[in-house]
């Protein structure tokens, strides 16, 4: 029982003690039925009393039928009120299986239902909340009913753009955070939170100081210094790099921080947004939904309900009193109303006390009150006018909750509008039944050329190229799931025309009861373009180096993939050849206006490629027909609808003139930033390539000259690679010993085979006795097995080639064969030899006839001569003999010695 009703009854019980008089006691019991049945029509809550065995209504307040927006009759029985509340079969049983099992359990908690939906007779749905009071000693049934549409409305308008924002954030895989002047957290996103617990091991919130500790001296300084220039009110972009230990990989960001300031321009902090990280969403905090729901009537009601007369004293007031101004009821009853308001709110509120007095009953009036403490507190009123009993009726309901969720809803969508507006990315939201763009941020405007009036008008397949449109149809024909994520890389058309290709990362989502796309977009068209390029250039590279095909070849397919990057250009190679150019590679230009071309001159004014070969420096011709460059040649590049060539001279590293970039357009056009840079790689791979096949081709000269000369010296030249003992041998190793030239990969087992046995000690050298030994000439004679079986006298030198540690890399030497030479020197010591012998022979012959002649000598005795002369002659003899021995010894010695 309600504590109105009790005081009303208590006070009847007090009179009735106190009367006498029955006649007196009847009237007066009339009167307080009256008051009661009064109070009961003027309340703002729907009150009915149904009779428990047939259901049959006794009371329908005027305000139970304004609610459920049906006449009373319609509601007098419990029957008819469910047929009419609830028109959808489905939903009623649900309803009344609900109600009819609480009210069996007799569980006076579980007979309160908030937020069902009933249907007036107009069609209109209602949100309600309803309760039961069984009354059962008197078979009665008290129903109270409360109308919270506009309560739920508000609720469903938080979370709506709650959704809204969350949808933002945490569609997004950059990383979106705020931090206050204090390097304090204010708000950040999922993502952010993540990389910063991988990074540090520790989990960051709301208010910690963002430098941790943990991120080194060195990173701290860092971010001090980035935040600082936003706390100065620069707005900017840094790139940064990071190791992500989760991933193991490098990863690189674009940062990009805004100062923040608060509705009174003051700096609050910065807000940062790192793209190219993981995806998460930042998350914001939403303030509790205001308990608005009515959950008890009368003093079990969170709202405070009184009675005020018509000079606004205070007549009664519910036990709420006490929750909402810190007045007991007691303390209030009897008093004024406006000494209570607070008095800047108070002359409004006397204009609507009399707007109310004048018969107009007033929903949703706010004014503010001040409480016993001291404090205000915002009131929400329901307020019916009496005019029998000259009564103002009024529900009054704390507005605090309610004044913060307005707040949060104001701020929240403040930071939703700020950080959509500001988002580095473009941002689409548009209608997933129409296709058509709901909204769109500034970035959007500036990246497609479009103004938002413009791309409001369109949808979403406006901004897809051509062949993309299929896809979006069959996305949404598909009608993902509203609570996934969807990606993809597509292509979009800008205003003027051009196609960029991008990165798609959205939500689906129901707003209102519609459901909406929002695409985040990211520009990837400068990155992939240069990606491709990075391929094509390592893809020509290689072809280059393998020398498979011809300079002309590897030029046109260069040429041809740089004119499918850009769309629109032909590419031309013009040669130097003399003081004229040579078309060398134009995949794409005719044959006849390569002919007509042929050998222009190199000099000046004499169209683009022969000017910029003759200045060397680049000449940009952006219309032909004009150009006094193009004096000679514009007719005939007006044949083949040529408008615009840009040359660009090729140059050697002693600048010096290779060949000639040309790219042509069929329309009047300048060079992008983007060409130019295109251009710029390709005349420096082109230049690579020119030279490296210059160098191909003077070392295969050099080489055919080495091999000609080491053929023509007769000599084998060698070279040992001592890591893996392959050792190359010249074109002479088949020609002079018939062993197969060339290269022979394990070396060291032929070698040893082929060595003399008797040479093999003193020859055979190791790899690793080379490699770290300190040898660095080698010389010997040995002997040599050729194919035949036959060994060859070999005169075989070797030089070592050290790196700078000293560490032998290979071994260069050349084996000639010197059998002819030995053989000669055989045969001469043989002859020797035999000279020799015939010496020894004929001295030691002759010396013995002369010994013979020299002891007969000495036995002839002079006294016996008969003649002086004899004598002579003997002595002349003796001293010729005697010379002719000393002869014979001389040559005995010679030869001995």
């Not at 707005?235 to 230990?245: A, C, G, S």
């Not at 790196?803 to 055989?826: C, F, P």
Request: hydrophobic residues 35%; charged residues 30%.
């Amino acid at each position: 029982m309600s504590p109105m009703k009790d005081f009303l009854l208590r006070q009847l019980h007090a009179d009735m003690e106190t009367q006498v008089d029955q006649g007196n006691l009847a009237k007066m019991l009339e009167e307080k039925s009256t008051l009661i049945e009064t109070i009961l029509q003027n309340l703002p809550i729907g009150i009915a009393v149904n009779k428990m065995d047939d259901g049959k209504a006794s009371v329908v307040n005027n305000q139970f039928s304004e609610i459920y927006g049906w006449p009373g009759d319609d509601l007098a029985d419990v029957e008819s009120f469910f047929k009419k509340v609830y028109p959808d079969a489905a939903y009623r049983n649900e309803i009344i299986s609900r109600i009819m099992s609480d009210i069996k359990s007799a569980d006076p908690m579980r007979m309160s239902w908030n937020g069902l939906t009933v249907t007036t007779n107009k069609g209109e749905k209602r949100i309600v909340n309803a309760k039961k009071i069984p009354l059962y000693d008197q078979n009665l049934m008290i129903s109270t009913v409360t109308d919270v549409t506009t309560e739920f409305n508000q609720a469903n308008e938080l979370k709506s753009a709650k959704a809204k924002q969350d949808a933002l954030i945490n569609g997004t895989p950059d990383l979106i955070w705020s931090v206050d002047t204090e390097y304090r957290l204010i708000a950040a996103n999922e993502s952010f939170r993540q990389l910063m617990k991988t990074l540090s091991g520790k989990t960051i919130r709301e208010g910690d100081n963002v430098l941790i500790k943990e991120f080194g001296v060195e990173q701290i300084s860092k971010w001090k210094l980035l935040y600082g220039r936003a706390f100065k009110g620069e707005r900017f972009t840094v790139k940064d790099q990071y190791y992500n230990p989760v991933k193991q990989i490098m990863e690189h960001t674009l940062i990009s921080l805004s100062p923040m300031f608060n509705e009174e321009n003051v700096l609050a902090g910065v807000i940062c947004y790192s793209r190219d990280t993981t995806e998460y969403a930042q998350k914001i905090r939403i303030l509790e939904k205001s308990k608005a729901n009515l959950e008890k009537i009368m003093d079990s009601s969170m709202d405070m309900i009184c009675s005020i007369d018509a000079w606004d004293n205070i007549l009664s007031v519910s036990a709420a009193s006490e929750a909402i101004l810190g007045y007991k009821p007691e303390e209030l009853t009897g008093k004024k109303l406006f000494d209570f308001v607070y008095p800047p709110d108070r002359e409004k509120t006397e204009q609507t006390a009399k707007y109310v007095i004048a018969g107009h009953s007033l929903t949703n009036f706010e004014n503010r009150y001040v409480r016993k403490d001291g404090s205000v507190v915002p009131l929400i009123w329901s307020v019916k006018w009496d005019p029998k009993d000259k009564v103002r009726y009024g529900i009054a309901r704390d507005a605090t909750e309610i004044k913060k969720s307005e707040a949060a809803l104001i701020e929240s969508e403040k930071i939703y509008k700020y950080l959509f507006n500001k988002n580095p990315l473009p941002i689409f939201i548009w209608d997933f039944a129409t296709h058509r763009i709901i909204d769109c941020n500034e970035e959007a405007v500036r990246k497609y050329g479009f103004i938002r009036e413009e791309i409001l008008l369109l949808n979403i397949n406006d901004l897809r190229a051509p062949l993309e449109q299929p896809t979006i149809q069959e996305f949404v024909e598909t009608g993902k799931s509203l609570d996934g994520f969807y990606r993809g890389r597509r292509q979009h058309k800008k205003k003027n025309g051009e196609i960029i290709f991008v990165d798609i990362t959205g939500q689906l989502m129901d707003f209102r009861g519609k459901k909406i796309a929002m695409s985040i977009v990211n520009d990837i068209t400068e990155s992939r373009h240069y990606q491709e390029m990075d391929n094509l250039e390592k893809n020509i590279l290689e072809m280059a180096a393998k020398s498979d095909k011809s300079l002309g070849e590897i030029i046109d397919i260069y040429l041809t993939g740089v004119e499918a990057l850009h769309p629109g250009m032909l590419c031309s190679i013009q040669e130097k050849r003399g003081n004229k150019l040579y078309n060398l590679s134009s995949p794409s230009l005719p044959a006849e206006y390569l002919e007509t071309i042929r050998g222009v001159e190199i000099a000046d004014n004499v169209g683009s490629c022969g000017t910029a070969a003759f200045l060397k420096q680049k000449v940009i011709v952006t219309d032909i027909s004009t150009d006094v460059r193009w004096a000679n040649y514009k007719e005939v590049a007006g044949k083949y609808q040529l408008k615009t060539c840009w040359s660009f001279p090729i140059l050697d590293r002693k600048n010096n003139v290779l060949a000639t970039l040309a790219c042509y357009y069929r329309e009047i056009k300048a060079p992008a930033e983007r060409e130019e840079k295109t251009i710029e790689r390709v005349g420096q791979i082109i230049q690579t390539i020119f030279e490296s096949y210059q160098r191909e081709h003077a070392l295969q000269i050099s080489n055919e000259r080495f091999e000609h000369a080491a053929e023509a010296a007769s000599e084998i030249i060698w070279d040992w690679e001592l890591d893996t003992d392959a050792v190359h041998y010249s074109g002479n190793m088949k020609k002079l010993f018939g062993h197969q030239s060339g290269l022979i990969e394990n070396n060291l087992p032929f070698y040893f085979d082929h060595v003399h046995p008797d040479d093999r000690e003193k020859v055979v050298l190791y790899p690793n006795e080379v490699k770290y030994g300190t040898m660095v000439d080698w010389t010997q004679e040995y002997r040599f097995r050729k194919a035949d079986g036959n060994y060859a006298y070999v005169l075989d030198k070797g030089t070592v080639v050290r790196d700078e540690n000293g560490l032998g890399l290979r071994m260069i030497g050349a084996m000639q064969d010197i059998t002819s030479i030995k053989e000669n020197e055989m045969r001469i010591t043989q002859q020797n030899q035999r000279l020799m012998e015939i010496a020894l022979i004929n001295a030691h012959e002759i010396r013995r006839p002369v010994a013979t002649i020299l002891g007969l000598m000495q036995l002839i005795n002079k006294k016996m001569l008969k003649e002086e002369s004899d004598g002579e002659i003997i002595d002349h003899l003796e001293t010729v003999t005697q010379e002719l021995d000393d002869v014979i010894r001389r040559i005995i010695d010679k030869t001995v010695n």
